[in-house]
């Protein structure tokens, strides 16, 4: 799914290297796994698309891409940003403004198709786009949340039947 949403997001904004932040579990380690509470990582994967590049390419390589940085999930974000020198904006998403979240559970609504579009007023979110796909049962839903200020709904929702 990470890869088809990495394509269509180079499609549509006719560019060929996007970094998307993607969620990890954070449960890592041995003396977590009785913890109570949300242990969740954002790591940043950068993607890139090579003109007339098959799919099968590109999926193998994200595949790499993501099983080596969930290798490196542990590594502290500050230490990251700081070796980056990276400008700190606490209202952001860090390294990316594009999010990617695979959950294994079923999502609280859902919409017509296997497809809502949520969009986001609220400055406790932090990318301009997020991805929420949910794999339950027999099939695949998700939800693409929005900054409304950035895109409008009918930009959202022809980015979403692209991607079904």
Do not use: Q
Not at 2 to 23: E, F, K, Q, T, Y
Not at 45 to 51: C, D, E, H, T, Y
Not at 148 to 156: C, G, M, N, P, V
């Amino acid at each position: 799914m990470l890869s088809l949403w990495n394509v269509l997001l180079g499609r549509l904004a006719a560019v060929d290297d996007l970094v998307i932040a993607v969620a990890a579990d954070g449960r890592d380690r041995e003396e977590f796994e009785s913890t109570s509470g949300m242990f969740v990582s954002l790591l940043p994967l950068r993607l890139s698309l090579a003109g007339g590049e098959r799919f099968a390419d590109v999926l193998r390589r994200n595949h790499r891409l993501h099983a080596e940085a969930m290798r490196h999930r542990s590594f502290p974000l500050g230490r990251l940003l700081s070796t980056l020198r990276a400008p700190m904006a606490p209202e952001r998403t860090l390294l990316a403004e594009v999010t990617f979240s695979y959950m294994n559970f079923a999502p609280a609504a859902g919409g017509a198709d296997g497809f809502e579009a949520l969009p986001v007023g609220n400055p406790s979110c932090k990318a301009d786009l997020a991805i929420f796909v949910s794999d339950v049962g027999p099939r695949m839903s998700f939800a693409l949340e929005y900054y409304a200020d950035l895109f409008d709904a009918a930009r959202i929702e022809r980015m979403g039947r692209d991607f079904l």
